[in-house]
Nanobody
Framework: VQLQASGGGLVQAGESLRLSCAASGNIFIVNSMGWYRQAPGKQRELVALRTSGGITNYADSVKGRFTISRDNAKNTVYLQMNSLKPEDTAVYYC?????????WGQGTLVTVSS
């Protein structure tokens, strides 16, 4: 499975960004796709994920501001990020999980200035 992410950039606090990640290859129908992030000096953490069955999970720090969605036909996951804060600054990694295996995208940098 290969993942191609896009959509990062530099924004000011309060603005919005949308990340996209398309999966290709041998995709199993039952899977989850989502986003993790890693800030400098910190561990990688879950931001949001959505299963192929529609179950979602969000980090407490982004609830109410970020929305994850999927287009299963396109094997693509989106992360709409609103009301961005400087503490959201990180490299965001797309994740695809199926049959117990994890796959990662190349990472896209999101920088939020105050």
């Amino acid at each position: 499975v290969q993942l191609q992410a896009s959509g990062g950039g530099l924004v000011q606090a309060g603005e919005s960004l949308r990340l996209s990640c398309a999966a290709s290859g041998n995709i199993f129908i039952v899977n989850s796709m989502g986003w993790y992030r890693q800030a400098p000096g910190k561990q990688r953490e879950l931001v949001a994920l959505r299963t192929s069955g529609g179950i979602t999970n969000y980090a407490d720090s982004v609830k109410g501001r970020f929305t994850i969605s999927r287009d299963n036909a396109k094997n693509t996951v989106y992360l709409q990020m609103n009301s961005l804060k400087p503490e959201d600054t990180a490299v965001y990694y797309c994740n695809h999980r199926q049959r117990g295996d994890n796959y990662w995208g190349q990472g896209t940098l999101v920088t939020v200035s105050s």
